[in-house]
């Protein structure tokens, strides 16, 4: 049995989210809201008693909390966990889920029954309109990271707990499932293994299971996984001299086990000058007299309209009809939402926190952990209350701007530290001086964040007087992003995100050492290590699809209505039909990933939307450098992340939708876009330009960080190929026995999985690639 670092487990518990229980007694509050359940990561080992409530203090050794604790790493030290679902009740059973789960998507299908193909398996669509209530399927990612392919958290290698009560014919694994050490046989778990060879920057985890992610994750299993150290660390060195790379001390120190307590030990919470920040966005279901409370997440389709679902619960009181045929009646699902907006802001763990901040430097590691929400963060000086004058309102008076100090992003640091505030990011040369202000392509532009960038910063709150309060805002829209200008976030609820309270008291003597930003100088390896040209220039697509059979219409009250309801598969004349009746394609039923094809009839280009299963597109050979350009076709801005490589972003540049020909000038990314990252904004009627090395072989994904929009097609899989004619698959940079034997060791993993190995372009992988990798061998094989 191999042994692990960790061994984690995601459970069932109740949390204080809302106000009330732990967070009154600490802070003298009176309102009173019962704990939420929730699910998470923590230490398997820690044992969760009855009536159980996180948090709470760190010396009752238990580990689960919401979000899950921070992972810390080394870099080039390699970390073994065990992940364990861990989702069954006190006897054993295993717990179905929080939140109604749509079958009619391509999703995990632990039934291994009913597929929409006439099969029996799992990882498919089904034509089953009723909520999944069996067992929960989890894999983990941690994103961002430079890892094997065994340890990515392949949609399709997810598992389900080790439950007394498994349904019979139920399938425990997905069908890719597989290990970094196979002779992990711990059930209801998966042994995987995180090389950590990349410089220092701000990860996190969360679960990846095919078609459900977007549940699994509102329903809170995600946490930070910090890397630390290597060439381009964060331990930095002020010699007093002329700037030179990594020159400067940044804030610090961050929590540590052992150390102290940050919620439950004001002491020790005085010290700290670090603090991962995880943004989300939620909303509860509340029961007045008993005052328990839940989370709600949609339950059908209607949600995303605004409006009520005929036949079903009442989602928005008041408003009009959602009254059209669902899968198996028409092709729309009847519980996926295209998107989901909610009407809280919850950071890390709890509803509008505020922290008591002594008047120094702060480095917060910035993570938008929304399904769906783009965030627009910036920081200003509450002057006074607003009429009502209740602090916290929607109509308290904003005064100066106090600027973010960006120094990294997703994958490090910056090539140098940027100031951003509202419609300005200016560069600071790392000498005390100031460059000239870069306008972003909007006045209202500030720290904007789409789903799961990260942005680390620092805020210096020096010089600021007692009991000044500084609130971070967030103004992107309660609703699908699509650039700026755009509406703004309902000021008095998800417009306001936490804020801070300035105490002279919590000032510390090493507050003094933190360099200010003006001066710091960054070991940036975007700077040091440039990636090379690409030897390839690839075309990819972005795309909402509509319904090929029902033609709706929309009424006065908002009602949306059917005009007719083709039989499956459709009718080519459909759209013309629908047209002319006065109606539209139902839409969106589902987004999708695409590249561009050659109509057979007219010999024009068009773009091909692509499903999960279609053949591969996108296999890179191991070691080559290649630029992405993605086109987007829809109306809103996508977050995109391919798992695996850390990118640069080149440019972006308008196209002509109709003749996918650039237009004018291609633009440079935003300065606090100019390191290394894992996720970028794709902007509507845009072509932008990612540059990446995929250097490492297997199978990966590449989606929308939108949840709801990977969990329906938005996700392709995408693998990097060996290079058949140098073969190094141990990475020892030799071509020889081990490599054989590796390749034999694969001959047992899951088929697909084996893609990247097919060694002599059959499209197959078996003993014939392995014969002609014996073949280099004996010939000589080249040092690589």
């Given at each position: ?9 995601v459970?069932?518990?109740r ?16 309102d009173a809201?019962?704990?939420?359940t929730v699910w ?10 009855p ?11 238990i ?20 992940w ?6 006190s006897?054993?059973n ?46 983990v ?41 196979t ?5 209801g ?69 052992g ?24 909303s509860?279901d509340?029961d007045?007299?008993?005052?328990a409370?839940k ?8 949600f ?7 036949g ?13 045929p ?15 907006f ?11 926190p ?14 938008n ?21 209740i ?41 005390g ?13 500030a ?7 990260r ?14 309060i ?55 390896e ?6 090379p040209?690409?030897?390839r ?31 499956p ?24 990933l ?7 009839m007219?010999?024009?280009s ?16 191991v ?10 076709f ?14 640069e972003?080149v ?6 939708m109709?003749?996918?020909a ?12 100019q ?24 199978l ?7 949840l ?64 002609r ?6 010939t000589g094989?080249?040092?690589?």
């Open positions: 049995m191999p042994a692990a670092d960790y061994n984690v487990a459970r069932q518990f949390q204080q989210i809302l106000p009330g229980g732990v967070w009154n007694t600490l802070n003298g509050r009176t809201f019962g704990a939420t998470s990561y923590g230490r398997a080992e820690d044992v969760i008693p009536n159980f409530v996180a948090p709470v203090p760190l010396a009752s050794k580990s689960f909390n919401y979000p899950a604790f921070t992972v810390e790493n080394t870099s080039g030290t390699m970390n073994r966990v065990r364990i679902n861990d989702l069954v009740d006897s054993g295993y717990l179905p889920h929080l939140f109604a789960v749509d079958q009619t998507i391509h999703w995990a299908n632990p039934s291994a029954t009913g597929c929409s193909d006439g099969t029996n398996r799992t990882d498919c669509r089904t034509m089953n309109p009723n909520p999944y209530t069996g067992p929960v399927p989890i894999v990612h941690v994103h961002g990271s430079h890892v094997n392919a065994k340890s990515d958290g392949y949609p399709e290698a997810w598992w389900l707990p080790a439950a007394k009560n498994i349904p019979p014919g139920f399938a425990k694994r997905g069908s890719h499932f597989d290990q970094f050490d002779r992990n046989n711990v059930r778990s998966a042994f995987y293994a995180y090389e950590n060879d990349q410089p220092a920057g701000t990860l996190w985890y969360h679960d990846h299971s095919l078609g459900i992610t977007r549940a699994n994750v509102y329903a809170g299993p995600a946490g930070f996984w910090l890397v630390r150290g290597g060439t381009y660390g964060d331990q930095f060195v002020d010699d007093g001299t002329t700037p030179a790379a990594s020159d400067g001390k940044l804030p610090g120190p961050a929590p540590r086990v150390l102290g307590d940050p919620n439950f030990d004001p002491l020790f919470r005085a010290t700290i000058r670090e603090i991962p920040v995880v943004i989300q966005d939620r509860f509340y007045p007299v008993t005052k409370t989370l709600f997440y949609p339950s059908n389709r209607a995303f309209e605004g409006l009520n679902a005929l079903q619960r009442v989602e928005i009181p008041g408003a009009g009809v959602l009254d059209i669902f899968i198996p009646l028409s092709d729309i699902s009847p519980i996926w939402n295209p998107e989901a909610f009407n809280t802001m919850v950071v890390n763990g709890s509803t509008w505020q922290l008591d901040s002594a008047p120094a430097k702060y480095r917060l590691r910035l993570l952990g929304c399904n769906s929400r783009t965030l627009n963060l910036a920081l200003f000086v509450v002057t006074g209350p607003g009429p009502d004058a602090m916290g309102t929607a109509d308290d008076i904003l005064g100066q701007e106090v600027p973010f100090y960006q120094i990294g992003s997703d994958q490090g640091f910056l090539p140098q530290v940027v100031m951003v505030q509202t419609g300005l990011y200016t560069p600071l040369p790392g000498d001086t100031m460059a000239v202000a870069v306008a972003p392509p909007d006045p209202q532009q720290l904007l964040m789409g789903p799961a960038e942005a680390d910063v620092i805020v210096d709150f020096t010089g600021f007087a007692e009991g000044t500084v609130r971070m805002i967030n103004t992107a829209p309660d609703a699908p992003f699509g650039g700026f200008p755009d509406a703004k976030a309902d000021p008095g609820t998800t417009g306001q995100v936490m804020q801070f309270v300035v105490k002279q008291s919590l000032l510390q003597p090493d507050d003094a050492l933190a360099t200010s930003p003006l001066n710091l100088v960054l070991p940036s975007r700077v040091a290590m440039p990636l040209a690409p030897a220039v690839r075309q990819v697509t972005l795309n909402e699809e509509e319904s090929a059979q029902l033609c709706v219409q929309a009424l006065p009250d908002g009602s949306i209505v059917t005009i007719f309801n083709d039989p598969p459709g009718d080519p004349t459909f759209l013309a039909r629908c047209t002319g009746a006065g109606g539209v394609p139902m839409a969106p039923r589902a987004a999708k695409g590249v561009f094809m050659t109509d057979p007219t010999g024009m068009m773009s091909m939307p692509m499903m999960w299963m279609d053949a591969i597109t996108e296999a890179p050979v070691g080559d450098t290649e630029t992405w350009e993605i086109f987007n829809t109306m809103d801005a996508h977050p995109i992340h391919p798992h695996l490589v850390r990118f972003v440019d972006r540049q308008p196209f002509d109709m003749t996918f650039p237009i004018g000038t291609p633009f440079p990314p935003q300065p606090n876009e390191g290394l990252k894992d996720t970028a904004i794709a902007y509507p009627g845009q072509i932008t330009r990612v540059k990446a090395t995929f250097d490492r072989i297997g990966y994904v590449w989606h929308c960080h939108i709801e929009h990977e969990d329906n097609e938005m996700m392709r899989p995408y693998m990097v190929k060996a290079n058949p004619a140098l073969p190094d698959f141990n990475e020892d940079g030799a071509v020889n026995l081990l490599d054989v034997l590796f390749l034999l060791k694969r001959l047992s993993s899951p088929a697909g999985t084996n893609l990247p190995y097919d060694l002599n372009g059959d499209g197959k992988f078996n003993l014939l690639d392995v014969h990798l014996l073949r280099i061998v004996v094989g080249r040092p690589v």
